[in-house]
T-cell receptor
Framework: KAGVTQTPRYLIKTRGQQVTLSCSPI?????VSWYQQTPGQGLQFLFEYFSETQRNKGNFPGRFSGRQFSNSRSEMNVSTLELGDSALYLC?????????????FGPGTRLTVL | AQSVTQLGSHVSVSEGALVLLRCNYS??????LFWYVQYPNQGLQLLLKYTTGATLVKGINGFEAEFKKSETSFHLTKPSAHMSDAAEYFC????????????FGGGTRLMVKP
């Protein structure tokens, strides 16, 4: 069974631009979560989606948004990029929402903002 | 609010020596606890998790952790380190109110000397 895939793997943007990252969960998984990983702030929760609905959102500005499609694939968007948005963005999927279901992480998209 | 503290951002052990990575958590409700490992340029892989039941949890690659409620700890151990264990390790906490949201510690980089 294929794992969580994230595209693109690497991305370079300039300040002020916007970016869209994509996540395809493991087949059959309906829950998708996103995390930002930076050297300074570590791993921080962005949002969680289940059945096309955002169930939970972390403490990030409104420039960060996401959505989930009917096939459970998810995208996240960052508008008006800032230098501090440079990070590894990780997507995780699980069968259902809830802490007892194991979350499987993708390899991440490394975003560099110049 | 939940929080996780990992004592020691870097730990160095000799091959064959005991590995001990420390994790203390704070949670106002019964926690679910996790250890993840991250290899360079990869996502996170679940090593083990505690949800309910037995407080000594065995995971993959010979790792285990013990949930100690009185000490609010969930330390990760492995009796004998292998060179392939060199990676970054993250402790995380969640609960029934948090959905899929994981709160991570700052991580511990494990180095294994030959």
């Amino acid at each position: 069974k294929a794992g969580v895939t994230q595209t693109p793997r690497y991305l370079i943007k300039t300040r002020g631009q916007q970016v869209t990252l994509s996540c395809s969960p493991i087949s059959g998984h309906r829950s998708v979560s996103w995390y930002q990983q930076t050297p300074g702030q570590g791993l921080q929760f962005l949002f969680e989606y289940f059945s096309e609905t955002q169930r939970n959102k972390g403490n990030f500005p409104g420039r960060f948004s996401g959505r989930q499609f009917s096939n459970s694939r998810s995208e996240m968007n960052v508008s008006t990029l800032e230098l501090g948005d440079s990070a590894l963005y990780l997507c995780a999927s699980s069968l259902d929402p809830g802490p007892t279901d194991t979350q499987y992480f993708g390899p991440g998209t490394r975003l560099t903002v110049l | 609010a939940q929080s996780v503290t990992q004592l020691g951002s870097h730990v160095s052990v000799s091959e064959g020596a005991l590995v001990l990575l420390r994790c203390n958590y704070s949670s106002s409700v019964p926690p679910y606890l996790f250890w993840y490992v991250q290899y360079p340029n990869q996502g996170l892989q679940l090593l083990l998790k505690y949800t309910t039941g037995a407080t000594l949890v065995k995971g993959i690659n010979g790792f285990e952790a013990e949930f100690k409620k009185s000490e609010t700890s969930f330390h990760l151990t492995k009796p004998s380190a292998h060179m392939s264990d060199a990676a970054e390790y993250f402790c995380a906490v969640s609960d029934n109110n948090a959905g899929n949201m994981l709160t991570f510690g700052g991580g511990t980089r494990l180095m294994v000397k030959p």
